[in-house]
């Protein structure tokens, strides 16, 4: 007879973390501290995200740091696995076997899962792929569903038995602008449970969606605040001109065919207001 | 595995069970059923069997590894459990086709019973744990290269050669290592 730890869903902590491929250096001493909410993780390809993700769904330990999650030890087999009963991670990609309905691809998971009562199991899976819009299609072959389809029977798998703490890269890969506000409000009530950390290339769901954001780039932090925050970086340093100016950080052509600059503006500039994708470029590019 | 965890794997089984790619391990018995009834009568009641016993561990050593498993990766049923209860499944699977293979292709052959292919498939399995990710594909090829170089190099090593052909003639020795070997690696 085991004694149930006891599980806080707003702690997680990580202090001096570091790991490494090979000769490769994916996170470097990365410290962070999460008190519950909804944490965004931007960052270009190749920042950490995903190898800190898996470090926080316990499926990768560290080489050198330590982790508290649920403000208990991932390293301690007992405690790894009172986190993972509490705990829903969404991999990036995952493959699903293409021969299983959503229904007992779910099940099958909710199994390995400890759900081991059939008939509240049953009632559980229905619930998570309900939630996640996929009633009408439970019955069918993953192989026949959309990718976005496919993304949410993913999803619907890391929801079963609404943990505390939720990890999800890249959760909105493949969804339709619909189907991204729908997963909103799954998060957002995720969030009110406990603790949701998610990565993503879209600035535009971290500012909808997220109380934090964390700037991530060559398995460090770069910035670590509110959306508004992260907007504000970019104040004042946001230009339009007809031509590139080749002393801007970054230029790119807009939809109007003139071009917006990032970086110090030029006496006389025409200054427009930053976005939170200005503001991102700005963090990421001062330390690229 | 303790009393616990029982009713999940017994609820696991079917459903794990669908999930291996049962294909390369059918196509291996029909191929061993054409090369067998091609090389009837031919001297190679030595290799043949050996041939076939390697084949149809990689054939296993391939429906182990689990390509799904990245979603489950962190379920409170652990990677190592997941592992074995999927070599479980497979080795029920396949050892009773492969004796009735034998049986049905090659009667009256020096045969090979399950346990060298259990051995064979635990090496494959272990090999593969142990493999770094990039090299994780190569684990079903492990089988068919030691069984290969036992039929190929072992004699020509005198006495050191022997070790080689350990899968035929001592299993159960192979069987345990490869075990502990991949129970070692349980947090892989």
New interface residues.
Partial sequence: MTTATAVHPRHLQVRGLTKRYGQIEAIKDLSLSLSGGLVGLLGPNGAGKTTLLRML???L?PDAGSLRLLGLDPSSPRDR?EI??N?G?L?QS????S??TPL??V???A????H?H?ARRQEEVVRVLTAVGLAGVMHRRIRTLSSGQQQRV?LA?ALLGDPALL?LDEPATGLDPEQRLELRSLLAAGAARGTVVLSTHNTAEVAALCQRVLVMSEGRILFDGTPAALQERADGMVWEDEVPDPAALRSWMTAEGRYRNLGSPPDGASRCAATLDDGYIIVARRHG | MTAAHAPILAQATWPAARAVPWEPLIVTDAALVVLAALTRGAPAEGTMPALACAAMAAACVFAVNDRGDALPAAVPTGPMRRRLHRLSVVVAGAAPAWRLLLRAVMPGVAVLGVLPVLALVTAGVAAAVWAPPAGMGGAPALPLLWAGADSVVAGRLGPAGEVLGWWRTAPSSVLVVALLVLLAGRHR
């Fill in positions: 769904a316990t499926v330990a696995v993972r009963r705990l991670y991999p995952p493959d699903l076997y021969r299983f007992e691809l099940d099958y998971v199994v390995l899962k400890e081991t059939r993913a798998q990890v």
